[in-house]
Structures are given as C-alpha cells and as structure tokens.
T-cell receptor, first 114, second 111 residues
Framework: GPKVLQIPSHQIIDMGQMVTLNCDPVSNHLYFYWYKQILGQQMEFLVNFYNGKVMEKSKLFKDQFSVERPDGSYFTLKIQPTALEDSAVYFC????????????FGEGSRLIVV | QQKVQQSPESLTVSEGAMASLNCTFSDGTSNNFRWYRQHSAKGLEVLVSIFSDGEKEEGRFTAHLNRANLHVSLHIREPQPSDSAVYLCAVSLQGADRLTFGKGTQLIIQP
C-alpha cells in the first residue's frame, strides 16, 4: 500500500535543544498530520496541515511546536525548545482528501529528551 | 470530548480460531470508524473502514458497527501467528478530520 516515510526513526536529544522530525508523505496526498504517542498511552492528534496552513491543532500542540512543508519537500514537525514531556513516538500521516478518507501512517519517530 | 475504549487489553487466540475485538465510543455523532494494526516498531496498517451500521468485510477482517450501542467490533477469521500485533480502533466525528484512538488490544495468535 501507500508508504509514508519518517526520518529519523529515533533520536535522543538534550532538553532545551531543537529537533526536527521529517515526513515524506504519499506523493499525491494533500492533507498531512502529526500524532503523538507516549509510551503506554493511546495515539493523540497534534495537528493537521493543508495548502501550507495549519487547519486544526489540539491542546497538545504547544507554542514550541511548528509545522511546515516548504515547496513540496518534507512535511516537518519542529520542537524548539524541547522538554522532557516531549519524549514520545511521533507519527506522521497523510490522506488524499479531508474527512472520510483513510489516513496512511508512517512508522513513527521515537524522540527521547534527556 | 470523544472517548474511545477498547477491550480486551490483551487477547490470546489459537491459530485458526476466530478473534473478536471490541471498541466503544462516547459521541453518537461519530460516523467514521477504522481499524488499524501495528506490528512492533512498525507503522499503522489500515485494515477496514466502516461508515454505516452493519458489517464491512475486507478479506479476513470484518468490522461490525452499531452506532445506537456506541460499539464497533473487529472479527478476524482464521488468524495466523503473523496477525499478532496491537489492534487500534480509531473514530472521527461527522465532517471532522481528527481521529481519536483507543489504547489498543494486544492480540497474540498461538500456533
């Protein structure tokens, strides 16, 4: 099936540093998402993105978070500065249309903030 | 706020026997329901999507939705050891985009 690629697969970073998680969505998809999964808990919605803009974000999407997809390249999630509670697996997803369409997920980027 | 609960937390089934997983949701206006599975350290694989009451079959996977009871289930016919994974129920509201996930059911298929 369609593949969403995420880079890096895992990263360890010092608290306070910046991190960028990269996502290569399915080629003809227009809607992009980030979800966060803390160990032992369910996946939770962070943000969705379309046509260069954030469409919707949850309360988990703190001011330190930002997303962009410059010129059709990677869809990125940047955290600056990182905090200990940002340690989680971050999943990127994409879909061709809004609402009612299947989201295709990547394998996740495991972030450990120390 | 939508709540999605899955049961059981863990399920062990013998190879070839039917596996049944349950999911309840709290918002009756939900109309998109999807079952995903996640093998260890892998991404999510979509199994079946259902949007109206009744059954939807995709290969060996059948989802059954009863919105009046706020319940959606997944049945796996003739499961194999390779079906061992965490199964996730995801629900979204009508016209909305964000998915609310359950915590998952760890399914183990014994040879």
């Amino acid at each position: 099936g369609p593949k969403v690629l995420q880079i890096p697969s895992h990263q360890i970073i010092d608290m306070g540093q910046m991190v960028t998680l990269n996502c290569d969505p399915v080629s003809n998809h227009l809607y992009f998402y980030w979800y966060k999964q803390i160990l032992g808990q369910q996946m939770e919605f962070l943000v969705n993105f379309y046509n260069g803009k954030v469409m919707e974000k949850s309360k988990l999407f703190k001011d330190q978070f930002s997303v962009e997809r410059p010129d059709g390249s990677y869809f990125t999630l940047k955290i600056q500065p990182t905090a200990l509670e940002d340690s989680a697996v971050y999943f990127c997803a994409s879909s061709p249309q809004y609402s009612g369409n299947t989201l295709y997920f990547g394998e996740g980027s495991r972030l450990i903030v120390v | 706020q939508q709540k999605v609960q899955q049961s059981p937390e863990s399920l062990t089934v013998s190879e070839g026997a039917m596996a049944s997983l349950n999911c309840t949701f709290s918002d009756g206006t939900s109309n998109n329901f999807r079952w995903y599975r996640q093998h260890s350290a892998k991404g999510l694989e979509v199994l079946v999507s259902i949007f109206s009451d009744g059954e939807k079959e995709e290969g060996r996977f059948t989802a059954h939705l009863n919105r009046a009871n706020l319940h959606v289930s997944l049945h796996i016919r003739e499961p194999q050891p390779s079906d061992s994974a965490v199964y996730l129920c995801a629900v979204s509201l009508q016209g909305a985009d964000r998915l609310t996930f359950g915590k998952g059911t760890q399914l183990i298929i014994q040879p």
